[in-house]
């Protein structure tokens, strides 16, 4: 293990990167109180109006945030959204299910069948299937 890696499992070292902290703070802000300008962040984030107008320049240039040209506000944008889904396991149900339903084919000799319902409770559906079988059988 490099020392980097034992830093980065050692929780007790703490690392800043100020104007990374301060880029968070101001989308954190935003996601709560969309619209507001440069001055008011700083403001209620108590940072330099300087440091806002450079993060948020920065922001923007990126796409994380969109600017009201007329009011002078920002907010964020979707692209926040794009890497939140990008964090999740974006498989399907089926691509889930597939290698467990192999098995159970396998198992029992029989085919294998998943179905998701639309609504709750309800017993089927075949808005969502997938059948495995082998051509064997």
């Keep these: 293990m490099t020392q980097d890696e034992q830093d980065f499992e050692d929780e007790s ?18 996601a709560e109180r969309p619209g507001m300008g440069v001055s008011r ?16 320049m920065s922001l923007h240039r990126h796409g994380y945030v969109v600017r009201d040209g007329s009011a002078k506000t920002f907010q964020l944008s979707r692209k926040l959204l794009a890497l939140g889904h990008a964090a999740t396991n974006t498989k399907t149900l089926v691509e889930n299910a597939v290698d467990v339903m192999r098995e159970l084919r396998d198992s029992t000799r029989k085919r294998s069948f998943l ?23």
Excluded at 41 to 56: C, G
């Design 13 to 30: 070292i703490d690392y800043h990167v100020p104007n990374l902290e301060r880029a968070l703070a101001i989308m954190e802000l935003l």
């Design 41 to 56: 962040i700083a403001e209620v984030l108590e940072f330099p109006k300087n440091s806002v107008f450079r993060i948020i």
């Design 115 to 137: 179905e998701r319902s639309r609504a709750p409770k309800a017993l089927s559906s075949s808005r969502s299937s997938a059948c495995i079988r082998s051509s064997s059988w």
